[in-house]
């Protein structure tokens, strides 16, 4: 087969598609971990959890979407603060993330949460109109196509609908993606992260994005959050790896001497940043939210 002839649109498609399939590979990876390390990724979350759902102005009986949802953590926070007249529908990528994300909501008796896997982030298969608010956590840089995205979100909420979005993973704010991401571009090469095409704009694009997405009265801020909670360095470079799928998937491929260096130099720098015990890193965060003027 040849490209020759392929129109721009049609190969940006492909690409997409490849992305997509690299994505869902490296999240189904991760589902484990997500669903074992909840509690330390959901505690220290709470705070900006909080303010993403008010910036979204969820309230009692909303129906409320959340784009890329991964284990289920954000949607059932969610779910507590719609209430049974409520519903909270969360789509994700990997099968593996909704399969957790699911089994989650039946151990809360969340009966109002329901998960589905999506193809694309850019065919969500919801009527048009149906949703009072949406949020995504933490989901947005990895879409190939976020304006697709950000317009199929749009789509989704009823005329007055609010959106609101979770931005973290920039390696070099957030400290334990900096070890990450340091360890990674000194011992691996570049595309082990799997994120080529994973990654942020400024926050000047962002709010662009959701403007072109035709969002009105667009806000973004940043603020520290904290990012997870672990007893001690070890732990918590076992927890970064097990919950980044790109990093486990280029991790589990080392040799062992390989891996057993890169996981020395990672506990080193982590103990280093927190030497007296418990390692509790925090970092900034961006959110961004947008109405859906109809
Ligand atoms: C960092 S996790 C965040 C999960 C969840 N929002 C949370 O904060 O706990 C990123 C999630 O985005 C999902 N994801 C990645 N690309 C996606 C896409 N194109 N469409 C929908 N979900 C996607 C992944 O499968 C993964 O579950």
């Known amino acids: 087969m040849t490209t020759t002839g392929t129109a721009p649109g049609a190969a940006d498609g492909l690409l997409d598609e490849a992305v997509r399939a690299q994505q869902r590979a490296a999240w189904a990876l991760a589902a484990p971990g997500w669903a074992e390390y909840r509690r330390d990724?959901?505690?220290?979350?709470?705070?900006?959890?909080?303010?993403?759902?008010?910036?979204?102005?969820?309230?009692?009986?909303?129906?409320?979407?959340?784009?890329?949802?991964?284990?289920?953590?954000?949607?059932?926070?969610?779910?507590?603060?719609?209430?049974?007249?409520?519903?909270?529908?969360g789509l994700d990528l990997a099968p593996p993330m909704v399969a957790a994300a699911r089994s989650l909501a039946r151990e809360r008796g969340a009966v109002q949460a329901e998960f589905r896997t999506v193809a694309a982030e850019n065919e969500l298969g919801v009527p048009p109109g149906s949703f009072d608010a949406a949020v995504c956590r933490a989901g947005l840089p990895y879409m190939p196509d976020r304006a697709g995205a950000l317009r199929a979100v749009r789509a989704a909420l009823r005329p007055g609908g609010r959106f609101s979005a979770l931005l973290a993973d920039e390696p070099g704010v957030v400290s334990p993606f900096r070890v990450r991401h340091g360890v990674v571009t000194r011992r691996g090469p570049a595309a082990g992260t799997g994120r080529r095409r994973a990654r942020h704009g400024g926050l000047g694009e962002w709010t662009a994005l959701l403007?072109?997405?035709?969002?009105?009265?667009?806000?973004?801020?940043?603020?520290?959050?904290?990012?997870?909670?672990?007893?001690?360095?070890?732990?918590?470079?076992?927890?970064?790896?097990?919950?980044?799928?790109?990093?486990?998937?280029?991790?589990?491929?080392?040799?062992?001497?390989?891996?057993?260096?890169?996981?020395?130099?990672?506990?080193?720098?982590?103990?280093?940043?927190?030497?007296?015990g418990p390692v509790r890193p925090s970092g900034e965060v961006v959110l961004l939210c947008g109405t859906n003027p109809g």
């Open 211 to 276: 403007e072109s997405a035709g969002f009105t009265g667009v806000r973004a801020e940043a603020r520290r959050a904290p990012v997870f909670e672990a007893e001690h360095a070890a732990a918590a470079w076992v927890l970064i790896v097990r919950t980044s799928g790109a990093l486990l998937s280029w991790y589990s491929g080392l040799d062992e001497r390989s891996r057993d260096a890169v996981h020395r130099e990672a506990v080193r720098t982590l103990a280093a940043w927190f030497p007296d």
């Open 41 to 89: 990724l959901a505690a220290p979350a709470r705070r900006v959890d909080e303010r993403m759902f008010r910036l979204a102005r969820l309230g009692p009986g909303d129906r409320v979407l959340d784009l890329a949802c991964g284990a289920g953590g954000p949607a059932l926070a969610a779910a507590e603060r719609v209430g049974r007249g409520g519903r909270v529908l």
